[in-house]
């Protein structure tokens, strides 16, 4: 983080009245919220594909467990107000650094050296492990998570004229009857990508994603076949505010979860425990870890799990590290005085 110019050696050499102190306090605060504005109107104006970074991992999760990949709109506003929510979100945390700036610039007067150190290097690293987080979410877990729980809708049977809860409700089936020959089935061709010309009246079968496709009139039409096995009691459609809400959500908690090193080398260099203390705790903090990555990820594998337990295992292991090196300095400095 960069340092404002003219501090002075000691928060001691500087007296400023309670007057002084508003008028900083309010100039940081207009500051800060114009730098807040002006991200979420860009964010706001690229919203469309943030959204499509944040909702890729649930339309392939859907295509490939033969679902429809829609959502849901339950009401006019909704879709408004969630592109809205999620510009002011990345806004949000586009604008971060400048924010902490300002609060940089308005405390460090009244900090000492050493303290100055601390903010200038525990800040950048907590915003950076934090947007690191909350990318491997969307990156790397989502797809793997909504694939489970798209699937779990599976596990609520279809009832049918075969299953037993419904033989004493059903009229047994009428008998058949004579019938015309049955015309032969109509054959679509069945394609990996569509054919590079197609005219008025065409139809195919999109083999990679499992599409009917006809061309009318120069315009192409497109709907997506549902296989016979996947005809079932629950339908997985999510609404837009509730799976945005749900990766925002899980967004929050993986940040959160990649501060653990910040953490670790706070508590190392503030003296509060050592180094070996964490080290000897090590395998009672892995199980912590493991514990808070099976409530964050429902899925029961354990490979999903591992997904988040390595990248916090690997960052308290960095953390550790970095404390260890901090306390040799230390002491290296300790034996020169």
């Given amino acids: 983080m960069p340092r404002p110019t003219g501090l002075p050696a000691s928060p001691d050499e500087v007296r400023m009245s309670f007057g002084e102190h508003l008028e900083e306090l309010r100039a940081c605060v207009i500051r800060a919220l114009v730098g807040v504005v002006v991200s979420t109107v860009l964010c706001f104006y690229f919203g469309d594909r943030i959204i499509e970074w944040l909702t890729a991992p649930y339309y392939a999760a859907m295509t490939q467990e033969g679902f429809e990949p829609r959502m849901l709109q339950v009401n006019p506003t909704e879709a408004f107000l969630e592109y809205f929510k999620v510009s002011l979100e990345f806004g949000l945390v586009l604008s971060a650094p400048w924010v902490l700036y300002q609060v940089w610039t308005f405390v460090a007067v009244g900090l000492y050296p050493n303290e100055r150190r601390v903010f200038q290097y525990f800040a950048p690293a907590s915003i950076g492990l934090f947007l690191a987080g909350a990318g491997f979410l969307v990156i790397v877990v989502l797809f793997g998570l909504l694939k489970f729980l798209i699937g779990m809708s599976t596990w609520f049977p279809l009832p049918g004229p075969d299953g037993n809860a419904l033989t004493r409700w059903l009229a047994p089936p009428p008998a058949a009857t004579a019938t015309a020959p049955a015309a032969p089935p109509l054959r679509l061709p069945v394609l990996a990508t569509d054919p590079p010309a197609p005219k008025s009246g065409d139809a195919w079968v999109?083999?990679?994603?499992?599409?009917?496709?006809?061309?009318?009139?120069?315009?192409?039409?497109?709907?997506?076949?549902?296989?016979?096995?996947?005809?079932?009691?629950?339908?997985?459609?999510?609404?837009?505010?509730?799976?945005?809400?749900?990766?925002?959500?899980?967004?929050?908690?993986?940040?959160?979860?990649?501060?653990?090193?910040?953490?670790?080398?706070?508590?190392?260099?503030?003296?509060?425990?050592?180094?070996?203390?964490?080290?000897?705790?090590?395998?009672?903090?892995?199980?912590?870890?493991?514990?808070?990555?099976?409530?964050?990820?429902?899925?029961?594998?354990?490979?999903?799990?591992?997904?988040?337990?390595?990248?916090?295992?690997?960052?308290?292991?960095?953390?550790?590290?970095?404390?260890?090196?901090?306390?040799r300095r230390r002491t290296a400095d300790d034996a020169r005085s």
């Fill in 206 to 327: 999109r083999s990679s994603d499992g599409t009917l496709n006809v061309v009318i009139e120069g315009r192409r039409y497109t709907t997506r076949l549902t296989p016979s096995d996947r005809q079932q009691f629950v339908q997985p459609f999510f609404t837009i505010s509730e799976y945005l809400s749900f990766v925002t959500g899980m967004a929050l908690a993986f940040g959160l979860g990649f501060q653990i090193p910040v953490v670790v080398v706070f508590l190392i260099a503030a003296g509060i425990v050592s180094a070996a203390m964490l080290a000897s705790a090590r395998r009672h903090v892995l199980l912590g870890l493991a514990v808070v990555a099976a409530v964050v990820t429902p899925s029961p594998d354990v490979g999903s799990m591992l997904l988040l337990v390595v990248p916090m295992a690997l960052l308290f292991e960095s953390g550790l590290f970095i404390g260890k090196s901090i306390e």
